[in-house]
């Protein structure tokens, strides 16, 4: 069977990494992929924004599934578009119609999902432009520090962490009047800020049924000692030392179960990966964050420790078998660090030639991000650009071996976090 891959990160060389694996995947596509994804897959000359585009290419290539990488594909309704067409629907698209997407596509619609199905959350308030006056009147009020959302998709990047009232007016003014974040900040969503420890789980589900793959945790600062702005992900741990079967139950019970029920009850048509972005407070699960396909860097460490095929799973998602499904998981720990440009997550320079990948060793995966071929030299051509998985049976010896093969990957400014991780050693060593 073909398959088409569409993004263009680490999370899509990851995928198409793992499916290749598979004797069932005969072709594997990328639109648009990236200089490292050729590896496994062809890259599809095509605009993933114009799904008539990737219509034609999925009937001139006999492409029979459709991975969704990335979220805007999803909120813009590619699913949809597929469903629309007699000659198209028998295309399996793993990833959400456009009604499921709003949970990401929309933070202030995601925070209503949790109300009405009683999933456990911080509180919060949204405000529009219009409403600013009412916005400072609300911060006023509220305890510090306070988080600061866009309602819209920022890349990562548009959650602010105000440690005071000046910082979150200006924060607040920064994105409803100078749009920072374009329309994406046109409704802001202001919550409680919860003190605990992040984790991220992530279900396959078909909306009724699921399977539940292995949990990470992910390092969104740029700084070490997660310091400084956000960034789309400098690196991951799976599996996390806290997140046991008592804590994993809970999760079961008050997030995952209801979540399901509200799509039932909403008839939110939903074939593909939930990534749940949760806050460990005292051992209680509260959710952060939806997102809608699997996220990036948690995919470089999560697929790697995933025994089964993937496509088989992808196959019990299309055949409403998830509840048979048996998923096999390695019990090793896979650590990944992310190599980004310097500047980043601001402004960074491009086309900086890249060296030392055929010095990795073999047993560490490389999954490129940012990457491009240019006169057949390898360079950067993003913000982040390089994942390094490694696996081992501690996460010392994992992240270890994660971190020396990146000290082997060079070019023009680069940098990345050495202290991955560094939380669950302090408290779980």
């Not at 007699?86 to 109300?115: N, R, T, W």
């Not at 962490?161 to 003014?173: N, R, V």
């Not at 980043?344 to 991000?369: C, M, Q, R, T, W």
Request: glycine fraction near 10%; hydrophobic fraction near 40%; charge should be negative.
């Amino acid at each position: 069977m073909n398959v088409l891959i569409i993004g263009s990160g680490a999370r899509e060389h990851a995928i198409a990494w793992k499916l290749n694996q598979s004797e069932y995947c005969e072709k594997i596509f990328l639109a648009p992929g990236n200089a490292g994804t050729t590896q496994f897959g062809t890259t599809a000359a095509v605009d993933i924004h114009d799904f008539a585009e990737v219509a034609k290419f999925a009937t001139d290539f006999n492409i029979m599934m459709i991975v969704v990488g990335a979220e805007n594909t999803l909120v813009d309704g590619i699913h949809d578009y597929f469903q629309s067409s007699e000659y198209l629907k028998h295309i399996l698209v793993i990833g959400p119609k456009k009604a499921g997407a709003m949970l990401e596509g929309s933070k202030d619609y995601c925070k209503a999902f949790f109300q009405r199905n009683n999933i456990p959350t911080a509180r919060y308030q949204t405000f529009t432009e219009d409403t600013f006056g009412q916005a400072a009147e609300y911060l006023r009020n509220h305890n510090f520090p306070v988080v600061l959302k866009a309602d819209g998709l920022a890349a990562g990047k548009g959650v602010i962490i105000a440690q005071d009232y000046d910082q979150a007016i200006d924060t607040l003014e920064d994105m409803l009047r100078n749009k920072r974040f374009g329309n994406a900040s046109s409704k802001v969503v202001i919550e409680e800020y919860l003190e605990g420890i992040e984790v991220s789980v992530f279900i396959l589900t078909d909306g009724k049924d699921y399977v539940l793959l292995p949990e990470a945790k992910d390092y969104k600062r740029i700084g070490e000692g997660d310091t400084g702005l956000n960034t789309g992900g400098m690196g991951a741990i799976s599996p996390v030392p806290f997140v046991d079967d008592v804590f994993m139950q809970k999760v079961k019970e008050r997030v995952i179960d209801p979540t399901l029920r509200g799509m039932q009850e909403e008839q939110m048509d939903y074939t593909g990966f939930l990534f749940i972005g949760l806050m460990n407070v005292n051992g209680e699960p509260y959710v952060i964050e939806y997102n809608v396909r699997l996220g990036d860097p948690e995919t470089e460490a999560i697929l790697p420790r995933i025994k089964s095929d993937l496509f088989e799973l992808f196959r019990a998602l299309h055949d409403r078998k998830l509840g048979e499904f048996q998923l096999e998981i390695d019990p090793r720990t896979a650590t990944t660090v992310f190599l980004v440009s310097g500047g980043y997550p601001e402004g960074f320079e491009k086309g900086k030639e890249i060296s030392g990948i055929e010095n990795v060793p073999s047993d560490v995966l490389v999954f490129h991000a940012g990457t491009k071929m240019v006169n057949g030299k390898l360079v950067n051509s993003g913000g982040r650009v390089i994942a390094v998985t490694a696996l081992a049976d501690t996460m010392e010896e994992a992240l270890a071996k994660a971190n020396a093969a990146a000290e082997t990957i060079t070019w023009q400014d680069r940098y990345y976090r050495h202290d991955i991780g560094f939380d669950l050693r302090q408290t779980h060593a």
